[in-house]
């Protein structure tokens, strides 16, 4: 899991390369909040993901409950970050805020690629 969100993160950054050199500086900055608005929830979810499974061989803890909990918090944080992007970032360029976000949703798609 930590693999594939180090995948979304190279995938973000090249976009905000290529953000950077297209339309400027804002629009790079755009397309890094786009892409961490999905990146820090999916890092944080990892982590906890990583813990619960050192727990679960120690302890009888209910995995599926666990997960899902966690994927809830995850979907509920990434949209509260949508909206405080929109709201505290004044001149974001959407188009490319959107495509920082799209980078990071669809690397999880080439982290099958990418298995060893």
Known sequence: MLKATMLQ?????VVAGIGLLA???MAGVSVM??????LLPSLFFAVR???????VMASGVSYPLEFLLGEAIKILST???LALC???VPGLVWGWFLGGLAAALQAGFFAFLFKH
């Open 33 to 38: 909040l786009g892409g961490a608005t999905y």
């Open 49 to 55: 993901l990583n813990r619960l499974t050192r727990r």
């Open 79 to 81: 949209i509260g970050l």
């Open 23 to 25: 339309g400027g500086s």
């Open 9 to 13: 993160l190279a995938f973000v950054l």
């Open 86 to 88: 929109h709201y505290l």
